[in-house]
């Protein structure tokens, strides 16, 4: 998800087919459009680390975060999540 606070000028975001809310660590985001990241790169994981394409719900409002990146990007980034739980 990506804050439209953050999305660069002349980004027009395309219409849902139906409202999503989508359950983050900071809280319920309620969304009607997405954009499509193209050649995406972040150093801050992997400096050679590139995603040509990615799509992005796009969220108004108050957080903390410019960007909330979901299982569906990591997996693919190659970034291993490890779920274990504590007895």
Not at 25 to 50: A, H, N, W, Y
């Amino acid at each position: 998800m990506i804050n439209a606070s953050a999305l660069p000028k002349g980004c027009t975001p395309r219409l849902l087919e139906k409202p999503l809310k989508t359950n983050t660590i900071q809280g319920t985001m309620e969304t009607t459009r997405f954009v499509t990241l193209d050649t995406l790169m972040l150093p801050e994981f992997d400096r050679s680390l590139k995603v040509e394409q990615h799509y992005a719900y796009v969220f108004n409002g108050q957080c903390k975060y410019d960007v909330v990146l979901g299982r569906d990007f990591l997996g693919p980034a190659g970034i291993t999540l490890d779920f274990f739980l504590i007895p």
